[in-house]
């Protein structure tokens, strides 16, 4: 089996043989048709990662393989979308569909279970979800970033009518600007410094794009909204961004952290407590997540086409991946192995 292999820390992945996964009881193997590259993995690959370790935790593939257990449910060549943990099905947050919280989990692409930049991987069949004939497998594999997004928006508690504003274009930003749109915000205001990221938001239905390069974002946003936003998804994930999230809330406002600060952020609260803002971080999503994604795909409420900006071989991934270090105007690029 063909995967796209970590080799160390700031050297590019290498395509190598790997071995055949095999599925344990409840386990399936799929043979992977898409897999979308995630800023997270570009950011774990500059960490002390394990050498042999294979990333991609965004994907879609056919059943290839069958455990025990999993054949009175699935049938193989059956296409299917699952989250990136395997649980042990079995426990309380197991079977509240958020295995991530499982004593047993085992991670996807970052742990312990090798990942889907390759030919194939293993799945949970507990948390895997079958793919209707009426979507591809790109759209199978957006399943995970815009649960990721969905997640972020259920935190903020979004009410039909609210401001929402976005911190960050990247794919979670994008992503979370759908589901804004989609669960009734009056009005979505996007910040990215980058103008293709911007111009991808605007696609997508954002009512306003701002370039935080050019002008401090507060104050670009009165020029242009009377009132502040009553939601703030800060999707970046840079030191000195929550504290200007503080500056830029309503009273009562919400600010949802998606993006993941990688260095020490110290914060000064005092406006945070006057204002009486709600503050949460989020990560992963629950299997219901998955499936409410997949229901409006495939009921084409929601369109993250404009999401997908390449989709190449696994053979470009390492170029690709290197590439994707210094984003100029990709948004997700999807491998299909
Ligand atoms: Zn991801
Ligand atoms: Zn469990």
Same mark, same amino acid.
């Given at each position: ?14 395509? +190598? ?13 799929? &043979? ?11 950011? /774990? ?9 294979? /990333? ?19 049938? $193989?060549?059956? *296409? ?7 649980? %042990?099905?079995? %426990? ?5 569909? +958020? ?5 047993? /989990? *085992? ?9 889907? =930049?390759?030919? =194939? ?64 915000? &009056?009005?979505?205001?996007?910040? @990215? ?9 605007? &696609? ?10 050019? +002008? ?16 703030? $998804?800060? %999707? ?28 020490? @952020?110290? $914060? +000064? ?9 709600? $503050?949460?971080?989020?990560? =992963? =999503? ?13 009921? &084409? *409420?929601? @369109?993250?086409?404009? /999401? ?20 100029? @105007? ?8």
């Amino acid at each position: 089996v063909r995967a796209a292999v970590f080799q160390g820390p700031g050297q590019p992945l290498a395509i +190598e043989q790997v071995s055949d996964p095999t599925p344990g009881p409840g386990e399936l193997v799929l &043979r992977v048709r898409a897999c979308g590259i995630c800023g997270t993995d570009l950011h /774990m690959s500059r960490l002390a990662l394990p050498r042999g370790l294979v /990333m991609g935790h965004e994907f879609a593939g056919e059943i290839a393989a069958l455990g025990r257990d999993a054949a009175a449910h699935w049938k $193989l060549g059956e *296409r299917v979308c699952a989250l990136p943990v395997i649980g %042990c099905a079995a %426990c309380l947050p197991c079977l509240a569909g +958020e295995p991530q919280y499982c004593a047993q /989990m *085992r991670a996807t692409g970052l742990g312990p279970v090798g990942g889907a =930049y390759a030919e =194939y991987v293993l799945v949970g069949a507990a948390e895997s979800l079958r793919l209707p004939e009426a979507l591809s497998d790109v759209q199978g594999a957006l399943i995970e970033p815009l649960a990721v997004g969905l997640h972020a928006l259920r935190a903020a508690e979004l009410r039909p009518g609210d401001d929402v504003l976005v911190l960050g274009a990247g794919p979670v930003g994008i992503a979370a600007l759908l589901w804004a749109r989609h669960l009734g915000a &009056r009005r979505v205001a996007v910040s @990215d410094p980058l103008e293709p990221r911007r111009a991808l938001a605007q &696609r997508c239905g954002a009512e306003l794009t701002l370039d935080p390069g050019a +002008e401090e974002v507060g104050a670009a946003l009165s020029r242009h909204w009377s009132g502040a936003p009553e939601v703030i $998804l800060e %999707c970046v994930g840079a030191p000195g961004l929550l504290q200007q999230t503080f500056a830029l809330a309503p009273v009562r406002g919400r600010i949802v952290v998606v993006g993941v600060c990688l260095k020490p @952020d110290p $914060l +000064e609260t005092g406006v945070a407590l006057t204002k009486d803002l709600s $503050l949460r971080f989020v990560s =992963y =999503y629950s299997r219901g997540d998955f499936a409410y994604a997949l229901a409006m795909l495939e009921a &084409r *409420r929601l @369109d993250p086409s404009p /999401m997908v900006s390449e989709v190449i071989g696994l053979d470009q991934l390492p170029a690709t991946f290197e590439a994707l270090h210094h984003p100029t @105007d990709q948004c997700k690029v999807i491998v299909a192995p």
